[in-house]
């Protein structure tokens, strides 16, 4: 099993960046699709980005984070980050990683999760 470690959130003024870390202990991520989500307080668990397993040659991303956010994968550190630029207040949430057998956008394809990083983004 793969265990998850996000890393990387913490309070940001709109229009600055931060980088999200996904670590895995023990068992490596080479051969796992990996995705990030989000969750705002009172609000449901969104798709952010995912990428393909492997060289991570294919990505997806929410139409809301698309051309700000980019996603990657080191699998040597058997990590993936989340680079996010151009934060927007409504970016607040608390950021989970998780991985599965299947490169998707659907929460329910992936079977490791993390327990999330809280993202703030202010006016």
Request: proline share 2%; aromatic share 10%.
């Amino acid at each position: 099993q793969v265990q998850l470690v996000e890393a990387g959130g913490g309070l940001v003024q709109a229009g600055g960046s931060l980088r999200l870390s996904c670590t895995a202990s023990g068992r490596t991520l080479r051969s796992h699709a990996m995705g990030w989500f989000r969750q705002a307080p009172g609000k449901e668990r969104e798709f952010v980005a995912a990428i393909s397993a492997e060289t991570g040659i294919y990505t997806h991303y929410a139409d809301s984070v698309k051309g700000r956010f980019a996603i990657s994968r080191d699998n040597a550190k058997d990590t993936v980050y989340l680079r996010m630029n151009s934060l927007k207040p409504e970016d607040t949430a608390v950021y989970f990683c998780a991985a599965g057998p299947t490169f998707s956008k659907i929460a329910d394809r992936y079977n490791n999760w993390g327990q999330g990083t809280q993202v703030t983004v202010s006016s």
